[in-house]
Structures are given as structure tokens and as C-alpha cells.
């Protein structure tokens, strides 16, 4: 046995605090006094030999150390709860959702109305967000991220797969021209996305590799709707998931350029925080939207 279950009222009153950020919410929502909470807090550290939270007049954070003990607090009061409730209460309850905003508007309500007629039991907030959210932190339980996917502290289930385009209107194209090699993007208009880390450069495969062109534009925006709405009014290039455009390239209001240079696809895929086991009802929401996009590959 975790020796942690030696101190479950100091495991509770520390999940509690991380998920409301707040020690006065945490007691308000555990129903006890707020110096009850500090001072089982107090002594988790003290027998953990970890400083686990700091608090200033602001602002109180989460220590690395603090992280890692959520996640087993987390699990082993899942734990705890599944000893005391029956299989069927297991099923039920809230589940919080986060995505980014244009895939969840286009692919994520036939699966979310599947699952809930399946599951009347089970109530689902979905918080939209082209930002990488902190999932511990926001209390998420399962995230879409749209990604070449790194994070190690993250289990991640694979849903599908896009690949990505650079990609302009006619209008823009016989314009200003066709670029030929990436290199040709320096005289171009590129529309550029605000969430990604290295938002003014572009990456392609090249015969050598990997090569980084850095680009320039009247326009940025930190949501892929607007950006695809810019492209398709001519207003430059952009970098888009094929799944967001594919009705586009069809109908032949955008086409794409550079194809023998394409960025390396990117993956889609639901996560949630590593060190517990999902409760059933997060599993069966995970079993729905692998079901949903099992045969879904925009290449």
C-alpha cells in the first residue's frame, strides 16, 4: 500500500487546494475551516520532507514536487471513492472537455451526442481554446490537442492523423505569384498563427532535411477559422491542417503550394494527465472518440 493512505484527509485537502487554487475555496468545497486545511497541508509537507505549494499575497502556485503528488493523490482517492460507491455511480458524473476551438466546431458533436445518449448519467463541459492549457491546473480531464505530441507527463490516445498544406486563394495566387521553393515565401504575405512557439518561422522537408524559413505578413491571428477566412479572402499564405480545408481544396476556392516541401502532418489526439487510471466514464468517452475517428486520416 502507498504510504500516502496513511494521510488521506492531507491528500484530500491537498487536491483540493491545487484544483481550486484557492485554500479558501478548497475549504469551503471539503466543508471546514481554512486553517484545518493550511494545517493539514502543513503537515503533508512536513512528513513528505517537500515544499508542495507557494503561496503569495497574489497568487498561489503548484512546486514540480507538488505537481507529481497531485497525480497520486488524484489516483488513489479515485481509488478510495470506487471502494465506497457502487459500479453504477462509477459511470456517472462530470467530465470537463477542452479544444481547440474550429476542430471542436466542426468534429466534436456527433461523437459528444453519441456518448450522452449512451451515458445519461454523465454531464460534459467543453471549454474551447486554441491555447495549450495546463490540464492539472484547469481541471481538465481529457484534452484534444492537434500536435507533433512531446509531452511525456501526458497519456495520449491517438484519434487521427492531417497532414498540412500551404495554401492560398486563386485570386491571391495569380496575384503575387506561385512560390516554387520555400525560399520563395520571403516575398510573400503570410498569415501566421499566434499559438505556435516560432510563430514567424515556417518549417519544410527538404532532400537535405529539415529547413526553417522565416516569414512576414500583414496579418496574424491566434484562431485557425480566421486565419482560413484571411486566406480565402486573398489576403496571403497559410499554413492549415487538411481537415480544415479539404472542402476548401475540392471546391478549388484555395489551392495548395509547395506540396513537394509539406511540413510534416500532425497528429490529433485526446489526452489526459499521466499518474492515474481514468474513472469509467472518462474511459468510455475516450473508447467514443476513437470509435468517431478511427477512420479519419486527412492526407
Not at 472537455?97 to 460534459?124: D, E, I, K, R, W
Request: aromatic share 6%.
Amino acid at each position: 500500500m502507498d504510504p500516502l493512505f496513511e494521510d488521506l484527509p492531507g491528500m484530500l485537502c491537498f487536491a483540493r487546494v491545487v484544483e481550486h487554487r484557492s485554500f479558501t475555496q478548497a475549504a469551503t468545497a471539503l466543508g471546514i475551516s481554512k486553517s484545518v486545511v493550511s494545517e493539514r497541508i502543513s503537515q503533508l509537507e512536513a512528513r513528505l520532507g517537500e515544499r508542495l505549494l507557494v503561496r503569495t499575497t497574489r497568487k498561489l502556485s503548484v512546486t514540480d514536487a507538488g505537481l507529481s503528488l497531485y497525480a497520486r493523490c488524484a489516483r488513489m482517492l479515485e481509488e478510495a471513492q470506487a471502494a465506497t460507491r457502487g459500479a453504477s455511480n462509477a459511470e456517472r458524473g462530470h467530465i470537463r472537455v477542452n479544444a481547440p476551438v474550429s476542430f471542436a466546431q466542426m468534429y466534436l458533436a456527433p461523437p459528444l451526442a453519441s456518448f450522452l445518449a449512451a451515458n445519461p448519467g454523465v454531464h460534459v463541459e467543453v471549454v474551447l481554446s486554441d491555447r495549450l492549457v495546463d490540464i492539472v491546473e484547469e481541471r481538465v480531464d481529457v484534452a484534444i490537442r492537434i500536435t507533433k505530441l512531446k509531452d511525456s507527463s501526458l497519456v495520449a490516445r491517438r484519434l487521427a492523423s492531417s497532414s498540412l498544406h500551404v495554401c492560398a486563394s486563386p485570386d491571391y495566387l495569380s496575384r503575387r505569384g506561385q512560390p516554387e521553393r520555400p525560399e520563395d515565401l520571403l516575398r510573400h504575405d503570410c498569415l501566421r498563427y499566434l499559438h505556435l512557439r516560432a510563430e514567424d518561422e515556417w518549417r519544410f522537408q527538404v532532400p537535405s532535411g529539415r529547413v526553417s524559413v522565416p516569414v512576414s505578413g500583414s496579418f496574424s491571428a491566434s484562431n485557425g477559422t480566421l486565419l482560413r477566412e484571411a486566406a480565402l479572402a486573398g489576403v496571403g499564405l497559410a499554413v492549415l491542417p487538411r481537415f480544415f480545408i479539404d472542402d476548401d481544396l475540392r471546391a478549388g476556392r484555395l489551392v495548395t503550394v509547395l506540396d513537394g516541401f509539406a511540413p510534416r502532418p500532425v497528429g490529433i489526439y485526446a489526452v489526459h494527465a499521466a499518474g492515474r487510471s481514468p474513472p469509467p466514464r472518462v474511459r468510455k468517452l475516450l473508447d467514443c472518440l476513437a470509435q468517431e475517428f478511427r477512420h479519419r486520416e486527412w492526407t
